[in-house]
């Protein structure tokens, strides 16, 4: 019966904005001076799941374009658990039996992960991999009986990844533990273009991967990039305010971009790992500001499952991490840092700030 059910994927949770009169300015400057304005490389590719659009400005666009390509789909190919091969199936395949060997990237980010989820009391948790699959929000999604949630809820425990990053060895404890590392993997991805990019002599670009936006350097103009953050009830992509940034990652976690309904209840993708059910924090929309995509990505995952007083207090504890948090009764609260740096550009009218405490 479940099915039919009808499955909403979006993919615009970040909107990188580029202003006309930017632009006017910029051939205004073209017809006068006849001065040389850096025409971008654009490129947009699916995998991962998700549309990854990368724009580059300067001499070796096209090729650094090329090597990024590449090393997303090395690192798609090792991390995934929704196509066959890869060190983590082979993880998942081996739990409770023994180690396999990984490359320093899967062990990196599985370190990463795990400090995620120590740092957010386990409500970010990378071995929430066999409730994601009893969901299948993504395939056939259905309400998994309580039973089942609650057999399967046994099996997510950070705690029994047992990662030797020295000798890139790893094992999970118990049979039938699964590694997802869809909250994260992304972020990482951003990272490493970035890393490539820079190694390109590129100065100023972006890359999205869905919903992770990383911005390198600043526009060519050596303006601020300008990054809508999506209204999440708004089916049209409009947005409901911009963060302006440099040389940062901005990553987006949402209610709205995967999920299913059924008796106008939305099931969503971003579990709690305790309930083992989509997570009812009283968010809808969590972005996360930071120097890294991966810091950022795990972060807007672990805010989104936290809820707004304690995923508030999360981010206000880390240093050079800033926050956007949008609650179900549309309110927009922020950290104290980004104050300046966001503005409100609601075409619905429907947000306001929120009063904190
Ligand atoms: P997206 O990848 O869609 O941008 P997120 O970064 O928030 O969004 O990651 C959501 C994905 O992470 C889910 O599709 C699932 O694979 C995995 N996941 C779901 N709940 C959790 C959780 N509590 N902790 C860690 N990973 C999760
Ligand atoms: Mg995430």
């Not at 971008?40 to 666009?61: R, W």
């Amino acid at each position: 019966m479940q099915s039919g059910n009808q499955v909403v994927i979006r993919i615009s949770k970040l909107i990188v904005i580029f202003s006309l009169s930017a632009i006017l300015s910029a051939c205004a400057l073209l017809g006068s001076e006849k001065q040389k304005v850096p025409e971008p490389y654009e490129t947009q590719d699916f995998f991962m799941g998700t549309i990854i659009h990368q724009k580059i400005f300067g001499e070796n666009a096209d090729e650094a374009a090329e090597a990024v390509r590449k090393r997303l789909v090395d690192i798609e190919s090792k991390m995934t658990i929704n196509k066959p091969g890869g060190e983590i199936n082979q993880l998942n395949e081996m739990a409770g039996t023994g180690a396999v060997s990984v490359s320093s990237d899967t062990a990196y980010v599985l370190s990463k992960a795990c400090t995620y989820a120590e740092m957010s009391g386990g409500a970010f948790d990378p071995t929430i991999g066999p409730l994601v699959k009893a969901w299948d929000i993504m395939g056939n999604p259905r309400i998994p009986p309580q039973g089942e949630i609650d057999s399967l809820l046994k099996l997510v425990d950070y705690k029994s990844i047992e990662l030797d990053v020295k000798n890139l060895k790893v094992k999970l404890g118990v049979k039938g533990q699964m590694v997802d590392l869809g909250a994260i993997a992304k972020g990482y991805s951003g990272d490493e273009a970035i890393r490539i990019y820079k190694k390109y002599g590129i100065r100023s670009a972006y890359i999205s991967l869905g919903g992770n936006v990383m911005a390198l350097g600043a526009k060519p103009d050596g303006s601020a990039w300008r990054i809508g953050i999506q209204n999440p009830r708004a089916v049209n992509g409009s947005y409901v305010g911009i963060v302006e940034v440099k040389d940062k990652a901005i990553v987006t976690s949402g209610d709205y971009e995967r999920y299913f309904e059924e008796d106008s209840v939305r099931y969503h993708h971003i579990l709690d790992s305790r309930t083992g059910y989509p997570a009812r924090s009283g968010l809808i929309s969590t972005t996360i500001i930071a120097d890294f995509s991966i810091d950022a990505d795990a972060l807007s995952t672990s805010t989104f499952v936290l809820g707004l007083e304690k995923g508030m207090e999360l981010v206000e504890r880390l240093d050079g991490v800033e926050a956007v948090f949008i609650t179900e009764d549309k309110k927009i609260y922020l950290t104290e840092g980004l104050k300046g740096n966001f503005s409100l550009a609601d075409e619905s009218k429907e947000y306001a700030y929120g009063q904190k405490g």
